[in-house]
């Protein structure tokens, strides 16, 4: 079900959006901010790793290493 809004855009985002079929517009618009709320939330959670990332001490590959021999040897 859709939801009719309004919306104040900039004259040259009109202008633009102005040049696509009546039809078209509606999906133009939401698609587009399809895409800007994805992207917004991808770098949200990006932001929220990098803070827990900052949290996490520090390893060397040989603790990395050593880790997955020992998971190999138990069967894992």
């Known amino acids: 079900m859709g939801h009719r809004v309004n919306v104040l855009l900039e ?3 009109w ?3 102005d040049k696509a079929p009546r039809g078209e517009r509606s999906r133009i618009v939401n ?3 399809s895409q800007w709320f994805q992207r917004r939330r991808r770098a949200d959670a990006a932001g929220r790793m990098d803070e827990l990332r900052a949290q996490l001490p520090d390893i060397t590959t040989r603790q990395v290493v050593k880790w997955v021999r ?3 040897e138990r069967g894992g």
């Open 31 to 33: 698609a587009a901010l």
């Open 15 to 17: 202008q633009v959006l």
């Open 70 to 72: 020992e998971d190999r």
């Open 11 to 13: 004259e040259a985002v």
